[in-house]
């Protein structure tokens, strides 16, 4: 990414604040499992755009109007072809095809010192927006903007089973670059955060999935990442590594990194994160305070999981309301400079 351009994010409310009140009072009745809405008498007014220019020192990734669709296989896409021929071909394959769309119209830029939490039901996308981040996939539509790759941290992350959790450390430290000299340097640092000391001479295959994921966690983020993402790797754990974690991601943060992660624990989204982004059903639902959008995603699941779909849909639209839109333009009028691979890293 081109340190010459400055971005500019153009934020403006959803088109549907012209259809539904932007202070939306909602009173539930858990035992109706209804929902009553009163509206506010004041007049709907059209808010102007909120143009805001950012420094592009400042910023570690931009998220530009990206979109991901899939394209899959599907028996039942058969009987819409047109073409007699065409629909017995696919009778006798037993396949057509389909589009899923994981995620649509995502803009947002992450500064540097951010730790932003991703969350969402399963199956809203979030995983798909992580292969994104790190370029495993190109979006559909939009581009992704990184100032380095970012370093993906995930449970299933690759370790050798075979060997001790020591010589595990070593081979990571040197995949991601280190040297031996400095593996031998960072040796102390990655046991104290995993809390494994009297493990390490056991075979990997021995360690319970939590342990794997201090492990992981520990020698992922020896490296002082520019850009940092979690995948749901620090759920397990006791209070002591949370607290060991949380002051790991707070110093890749001071040294001018950014972190994301993506867990449905929201006690540590809110323990370890500046920042919350809610993605549901492909969309940006939130973006902003972790408290605040904690609660209205707690809201939100407690309603589904206690059938009053209503109520949920209610606060789904109201949380949808407070979003504010973000269109980001170049103020050069050029975007950064794509890699030769077509890749914006």
């Known amino acids: 990414m ?27 009745d858990d035992n109706a499992g209804d929902a009553t809405e009163t509206r506010d008498d004041h007049p709907f007014t059209q808010q102007t755009p909120v143009i805001r220019t950012v420094k592009p020192e400042n910023v570690c990734l931009v998220v530009d109007d990206a979109s991901m669709t899939y394209r899959v296989r599907s028996s039942s896409d058969k009987h819409e072809s047109s073409g007699r021929i065409a629909r017995g071909i696919k009778r006798v394959t037993g396949a057509g095809w389909a589009e899923v769309h994981a995620l649509s119209s995502l803009s947002f830029i992450v500064n540097r010192g951010e ?27 939009g581009e992704v903007y990184a100032t380095s790759t970012p370093v993906m941290l995930g ?46 001479e056991m075979p990997l295959k021995t360690y319970s999935s939590g342990m794997s994921s201090r492990l992981q966690f520990a020698i992922a983020t020896s490296v002082d990442p520019d850009i ?49 982004i ?6 940006m639902l939130a973006d902003g305070d972790p408290q605040w959008v904690c609660d209205q995603y707690e809201e939100y699941t407690s309603h589904k999981a206690n059938g009053r779909m209503r109520a949920a849909k209610v606060v789904y639209e109201r949380t949808r309301l407070r979003l ?22």
């Open 155 to 200: 449970v299933n992350a690759a370790l050798v089973k075979e060997i001790s959790g020591r010589e595990n450390i070593r081979l990571g430290c040197l995949a991601m670059g280190l040297s031996p000299e400095q593996t031998a340097a960072k040796y102390d640092q990655i046991v104290e955060i995993s809390g494994l000391s009297d493990a390490l």
């Open 2 to 28: 081109t340190t010459s351009t400055p971005y500019i994010s153009r934020r403006s409310r959803a088109s549907e604040a012209d259809l539904i009140a932007e202070d939306l009072a909602v009173e539930f």
């Open 278 to 283: 809610w993605i549901e059903q492909g969309e």
């Open 324 to 345: 504010d839109r973000m269109q980001i333009d170049f103020t050069t009028g050029t975007r950064p400079k794509k890699a030769g691979t077509g890749r914006n890293r």
């Open 115 to 141: 730790s932003v939490g991703v969350i969402g039901t399963n199956g809203s996308g979030k995983s798909t927006l992580m292969k994104l981040l790190t370029g495993k996939v190109r979006p559909t539509s």
């Open 228 to 276: 940092l993402l979690i995948d749901e790797a620090l759920n397990t754990g006791d209070a002591q590594f949370r607290a060991r974690t949380k002051e790991r991601l707070d110093e890749v943060r001071s040294n001018a990194g950014c972190v994301f992660l993506v867990s449905h624990s929201l006690g540590t989204i809110k323990q370890m994160c500046t920042r919350v």
